[in-house]
Structure formats: C-alpha cells, structure tokens
C-alpha cells in the first residue's frame, strides 16, 4: 500500500507544478494597465491642448480587457478612437478595434482578445488614438503599459 500512496503523492505534486508552470497568468490574476495620451505621442507629433488618460484592466482567465478613457481640451468632437497596433511607441499600427460608437468622455468598454492581442498588450505594442475632425489621422495617441 505504501507505494501506491507514495506515487499518488509524487503524480499529486507533478500535475500541480505542471499547471503552475502552464498557468502562470491564473496565479498572477487581472493586470493593470494605463495611457497618457497626448499630441507629443502622436506619430508624427500633433500640436494640440488635448490630453487624455486611460485606465485598462486585462484579465487572463476571461481574456477581457476593460477601460475607461477620459479625455479633454480636443480641437472638436471625436469621430473615431481605437486600439491601435502592434507598434513601438515611436511607430504606426493598425486600429486592431474600435472603442465604440459613444465616444464622449469617459469612453467605457470592454473586450475579449484573441491571445495574440494580449500579448500585443501585454508587451506594450498597441496604443490608444483618438481622432477628431481637424486631425483625422489622430490628435492624441497613448502607449498602453502595464502599471
């Protein structure tokens, strides 16, 4: 019986490494992200009084990432604001989603990413931009980074 025991204990303690190990983002729970976003962040740089924050909330069980944006001092109202990337801070990307169709500030929502896109976010290579009728090709832009 001893050695039965023994081994049930042994495959116990190996399938819970294994899952440690396959499942670090489960121990690891939500992570926090965040923006500025500014005119001197767009590529290239806009001349404009806009700023704007943003507060992310990527959680990998779900693989939902949340935010809440909230912007002001833009040249007119926004026409288009989306999750941009992959791209280095100091390069352009695709919008890889929209945020939505109520872009007033704060701009609230939610997504579910495929895993490349959280490994996009996750390595801070996607970014917010905002676009308003005078700057069309954006007016303000933010890294999204963990922190």
Do not use: C, K
């Not at 294994?18 to 939500?30: D, I, N, R, W």
């Not at 700023?51 to 809440?68: A, D, E, I, R, V």
């Not at 912007?71 to 999750?83: C, D, E, F, K, M």
């Not at 929209?98 to 579910?112: F, H, R």
Request: charged fraction near 5%; avoid cysteine.
């Amino acid at each position: 019986m001893r050695p039965l025991h023994h081994a049930a204990g042994i495959l116990a303690m190996a399938a819970a490494i294994a899952f440690s190990a396959v499942s670090p983002a489960l121990a690891q729970g939500t992570t926090t992200l965040h923006a500025t976003l500014t005119g001197a962040a767009h590529v290239p740089p806009v001349t404009t009084d806009g700023t704007g924050t943003g507060t992310f909330t990527y959680n990998p069980t779900t693989m939902t990432l949340t935010w809440s944006i909230t912007y002001t001092g833009l040249s007119g109202p926004v026409i288009r604001a989306t999750i941009s990337g992959p791209a280095a801070a100091t390069a352009n990307g695709n919008p890889v989603m929209s945020l939505g169709n109520n872009l007033a500030t704060p701009i609230n929502g939610s997504a579910v990413l495929t895993q490349e896109q959280a490994s996009q976010l996750l390595n801070g290579q996607l970014y917010i931009d905002i676009r308003t009728g005078q700057h069309r090709t954006g007016e303000v832009r933010g890294q999204i980074t963990v922190g």
